[in-house]
């Protein structure tokens, strides 16, 4: 299907890119009302069904490429997770589009209420690196489903990915309502300087600050998907195996570079040795005695990420790994025990393969120290204790509570994904990207006859009483 026109030039061509050119194109698709309708984003969504499942051995070469990243790591985490929010959207995408009927007060009788759900016009989409296919096309999707235009500007730190993104989606996408522009700051730049309907960031906490500023110029909404120190606490009654090799799982895919990954463990002194054990026992066994040369093992972004995480193990008392390969990008699995709160490596988001483990003696004192500092993007549990599990999840805001397991909650597109104060602002996933895409306009519809005169001037006290009863 091919929906560039004569008179509109598409977007395959990046030469002499101006933002202003390319945000009026998408105005003007958007203006057709051809997004509005659901067999058009029916279509998009399934075309880019198509691009996935057409091109799924490229999009792992370059996933390897930028972040080498493994075939089943490559599919399960970006090009598998696509396809499930595509299937989840499809299906469910006509139901979401009703108008929701809501109750008519009295005083507005005889009338009808709804919610409708309105694209809010063209979406400026910025995605991050670590995961640059998925963080940059499941905002795309959402935007989709809500019929929006979109601009999708891939990260520059994950050049294969990116390029391949800017050739496939104009040849399966209405290209002159999904458009893609490469590049880094001065692009980003120039498109955050245009007025958008809605700009979708996911990445730092610093950019995030100037994607804000930028787009309170035009009071453009914001959703920034941002990042933090996700703790996750290791309590007496959990089972540690099992716990250890979740949490194996979920703090070395990608390497690390993953914002929900666990950031730091807390545990309970008296498992604290039989946990460190299972987590030495585990990435051995998921990753091999020599993790560098692990084909499932992945590298870091580049070598300045290298080196600031290489920064963080300076004076630290390391219990397992340490080894890297400064070529390759490569750092393997690392635990570093009990690390000062003031130290580096427990100030920043590590965002890479280094674990702390801090010890406490009771994880119920422990939820001060996560409730002193910035609201966490996910927050893991490993208990048995339910009246523990109770108090974690009402008392330690986070944007995301996961209880026995690490990040297993983005596997259910039912459950909106963001952060909450500093780790982001807006959710999407499943119908909340659908909603957060959305203008949720309110109608109301009157009938003409019976016109109650008591709301109209002149007043008395009669009019009031009979308005305090109906209002
Ligand atoms: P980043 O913030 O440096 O870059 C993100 C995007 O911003 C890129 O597309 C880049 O081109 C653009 N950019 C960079 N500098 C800019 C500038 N000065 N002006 C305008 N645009 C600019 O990415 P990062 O900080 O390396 O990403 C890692 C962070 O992202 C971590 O904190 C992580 O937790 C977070 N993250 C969050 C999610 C989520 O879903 N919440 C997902 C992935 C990553």
Redesign the pocket.
């Known amino acids: 299907m091919s929906y560039a026109s004569a008179d509109s030039a598409s977007f395959d061509n990046q030469d002499g890119f101006s933002a202003p050119q390319v945000l009026a194109q998408l105005r003007q698709s958007f203006a057709s009302d051809r997004t509005r309708t659901l067999p058009w984003r029916r279509a998009q969504l399934s075309a880019l069904e198509s691009l996935l499942k057409h091109h799924t051995d490229e999009l792992i070469t370059a996933l390897y490429q930028d972040l080498g990243k493994s075939k089943t790591e490559a599919w399960t985490s970006e090009i598998g997770f696509l396809l499930t929010d595509i299937k989840h959207t499809l299906r469910h995408l006509k139901k979401w589009m009703r108008p929701h009927k809501v109750p008519t007060p009295l005083i507005a009788q005889p009338g009808s209420s709804a919610v409708f759900y309105e694209p809010l016009g063209c979406v400026l989409v910025?995605?991050?690196?670590?995961?640059p296919l998925q963080?940059t096309l499941a905002p795309c999707i959402a935007a989709i489903a809500a019929g929006n235009c979109v601009l999708l500007?891939?990260?520059?730190?994950a050049p294969a990915t990116s390029s391949l993104i800017k050739k496939l989606i104009p040849r399966y996408l209405d290209n002159t309502a999904i458009a893609v522009i490469e590049?880094?700051?001065a692009?980003?730049?120039d498109l955050?300087a245009q007025s958008w309907d809605h700009i979708f960031?996911?990445?730092?906490?610093?950019?995030?600050k100037?994607?804000m500023q930028a787009a309170s110029q035009h009071l453009t909404p914001v959703t920034l998907?941002?990042?933090?120190k996700s703790p996750c606490l290791v309590e007496r009654s959990a089972d540690v195996e099992v716990a250890a090799r979740r949490i194996v799982w979920g703090k070395w895919m990608n390497a690390g570079q993953?914002?929900?990954a666990p950031d730091y463990i807390i545990v309970e002194e008296c498992v604290k040795d039989a946990l460190l054990k299972a987590l030495k026992k585990e990435i051995r066994a998921q990753y091999t005695r020599q993790p560098l040369q692990s084909p499932d093992y992945g590298k870091i972004i580049n070598r300045h990420?290298f080196d600031r995480l290489c920064g963080y193990l300076e004076n630290q008392q390391l219990y397992f790994g340490g080894e890297t390969d400064p070529q390759e990008h490569k750092i393997g699995p690392t635990i570093v025990l009990d690390p000062d709160a003031d130290s580096p490596i427990m100030q920043e988001?590590i965002?890479g393969p280094l674990l702390p483990v801090l010890t406490t003696t009771q994880i119920s004192e422990s939820l001060d120290f996560i409730r002193q500092r910035a609201k966490p993007?996910a927050l893991y549990l490993f208990t048995n204790d339910s009246k523990l599990e109770q108090r974690v999840i009402r008392k330690v805001s986070a944007?995301s509570v996961c209880v026995n397991d690490i990040m297993m909650f983005m596997t259910n597109a039912n459950l909106p994904?963001?952060?909450v104060g500093t780790?982001?602002m807006g959710q999407y996933h499943g119908h909340a990207g659908f909603a957060q895409l959305s203008h949720k306009k309110s109608v109301m519809i009157r009938k003409f006859w019976l016109d109650v005169a008591v709301r109209y001037a002149p007043f008395s006290s009669f009019k009031l009483a009979i308005l305090k009863k109906l209002l």
């Open positions: 910025i995605g991050a690196w670590n995961y963080l500007k891939p990260s520059e730190l590049g880094g700051k692009e980003t730049t955050l960031y996911t990445g730092g906490e610093a950019v995030g100037i994607v998907e941002l990042g933090g993953t914002c929900v990420h988001e965002f993007l944007g994904f963001g952060g780790s982001g």
